[in-house]
């Protein structure tokens, strides 16, 4: 008898048994139905997404025409400080745009700064800078004091309150490089940067809320995971009927 003939040999793609079409039938039923569930909601989240600003960036364009033209006026610098700021205390930045936002933020801040203070203030900066480059101990009383000092300083000119998140990052992002006039590379750079980390696709799949959780997260941390059980369950059901039909038992 040849091999072929002594009936082990079995293909999920050529069944050749009622049962072993059943059972290819209802796994790609359950397959598709997972399938669908997991890459449909993908595709939905892609075709309802919009861009959605962050508020900070909605200042910064509107200040930003009047800012690149070197004719802002002191609440239109302090609002284009407060935008770039807030992108600077955000954790994943890149280094260059982190640099060219830094030196942006300290041209307005010295810009908002009487004149007659204005090199007493850029000297306070770069002792700053030196001291961090100096490899002193974030705890050493003198970091802590010239920080808090120059955070001080700078906290009313830009407008900001004291208890401002804002203010821990401030003097930590001051820079005396190329204050003494706003960066070409900002000026053609900037929108796109600030666009880069405060514009965020949005939609009504990870706008709205179930159970408490954004519906997005319990979607695919709660119900695929249910679901998945369910269509290992309904497979095991199915399954047990039909082999009751056929005759067949374990």
């Known amino acids: 008898m040849k091999e072929s003939d002594n009936g082990y040999h079995i293909s999920f793609f050529k069944p050749t048994t009622d049962r072993a079409r059943f059972n290819r039938s209802i796994v790609v039923w359950l397959a598709s139905i997972w399938f669908i569930a997991i890459f449909g909601f993908q595709i939905a989240l892609r075709v309802m997404e919009k861009p ?7 200042a910064f364009e509107n200040v930003w025409e009047s800012v690149k033209q070197d004719i802002a ?23 260059d745009e982190r640099s060219l936002l830094a030196r942006s933020m300290s041209w307005s801040a010295i810009r908002l700064t009487p004149d007659s203070l204005r090199r007493a203030m850029a000297t306070e900066i ?21 920080k808090n000092t120059l955070a001080n300083s700078y906290i009313p000119v830009l407008g900001l309150s004291k208890h ?19 960066p070409e590379e900002a ?11 405060l514009v965020h696709n949005q939609s009504v799949l990870t706008d709205t809320k179930f159970l408490g959780f954004p519906f997005h997260y319990f979607y695919t941390s709660v119900f695929l995971l249910i679901l998945f059980i369910g269509l290992c369950w309904l497979y095991c059901v199915r399954s047990d009927r039909r082999n009751k039909l056929l005759g067949i038992s374990d």
Do not use: C, W
């Open 52 to 58: 959605t600003p962050e508020p900070p960036f909605t």
């Open 73 to 95: 006026e002191k609440t239109e610098l302090q609002a284009f400080a407060h935008s770039t700021l807030f992108v600077l205390g955000k954790i994943a930045i890149n280094e």
């Open 126 to 146: 770069s002792d700053f800078e030196a001291l961090k480059a100096s490899g002193i101990s974030l705890n050493d009383e003198v970091y802590i004091a010239t």
């Open 164 to 182: 401002d998140p804002l203010t821990r990052i401030l003097p930590l992002e001051l820079t005396a490089q190329g204050i003494a006039s706003l």
């Open 187 to 197: 000026v053609i750079n900037l929108p796109s940067i600030m666009q880069k980390y």
